[in-house]
């Protein structure tokens, strides 16, 4: 449930162009949805790829750099 609130979270967040706010929401659906084995996982990576897709491969990794370490935080701030 978890995971997929977050999918779907970091998915209006794409939609809005909001990337690192997206990107949080992905990375911790994707780290959820992995440990309780999710089938739904599939999506979670799809929408990563769609977001790589559509920053670019360099933009990308420099955003993955950016985020990963502070995806909690970030998405912690954008609940509050």
């Not at 990375?27 to 309780?36: D, G, Q, T, V, Y």
Request: charged share 40%; with cysteine.
């Amino acid at each position: 449930m978890e995971g997929n609130n977050l999918n779907n979270l970091g998915y209006a967040f794409q939609n809005e162009k909001k990337h690192k706010e997206a990107l949080a929401c992905y990375l911790l659906a994707k780290e959820i949805r992995i440990e309780i084995k999710d089938p739904n996982l599939k999506t979670t990576e799809s929408n990563i790829s769609r977001l790589k897709e559509a920053l670019g491969k360099k933009r990308f990794e420099k955003l993955v750099k950016e985020v990963e370490p502070a995806a909690e935080e970030i998405v912690k701030k954008v609940l509050e």
